[in-house]
């Protein structure tokens, strides 16, 4: 009998191709013309000729059981090969995702070192810093644990703490 199998082409992989209509590759046997009805409801003794067809019928139909357990053993070991391949792949993609994290990370940690704030001279930033910070603060006590400043710059360091943030 043919098998029902298709290799994968160029492959050696458990993967296969299962015939999608098995009725037509395991049909029962036919019983050659001899019509065993007469048998099947009455309690009578066959004729030699009917004996020979029975005994062929059960021997072809032993053999169509065989092939069907064998059939069914073939698809059950390519299911657990499959299902070991979908294991191993969900794990490939578990890693593969924690890499690509890893590896925007480090993408990021690249890009900070190009930012356009590390260009700017140092002496604009410290004008910059100077302009806004009012040092030294006035500081008043309005209590014994709370010291409050009097004097709020107008620009305060916080009201462009955005612009550098990119």
Not at 9 to 14: A, L, Y
Not at 35 to 64: F, G, H, K, M, W
Request: proline fraction near 6%; hydrophobic fraction near 35%; glycine fraction near 2%.
């Amino acid at each position: 009998m043919e098998s029902a199998w298709e290799t994968c082409p160029g492959c050696s992989c458990p993967n296969h191709t299962c015939t999608r209509y098995l009725d037509s590759i395991y049909s029962l046997p036919v019983t050659h013309n001899v019509d065993l009805s007469r048998l099947q409801s009455s309690n009578a003794v066959p004729l030699p000729c009917e004996v020979d067809a029975v005994n062929d019928a059960i021997l072809a139909t032993e053999q169509l059981l065989m092939q069907l357990r064998q059939h069914t053993t073939q698809l059950a070991c390519s299911r657990d090969a499959l299902t070991e391949q979908v294991t191993h792949m969900n794990s490939q993609i578990v890693a593969l995702t924690q890499r690509c994290e890893e590896t925007q990370v480090r993408i990021q940690e690249h890009r900070k070192v190009l930012s356009v704030i590390r260009r700017v001279p140092m002496e604009i930033l410290q004008e910059t810093f100077f302009a806004t910070v009012d040092f030294p603060p006035r500081i008043y006590s309005a209590s014994p644990t709370w010291n409050v400043d009097s004097s709020a710059p107008a620009i305060s360091l916080w009201d462009i703490e955005l612009v550098s943030k990119g």
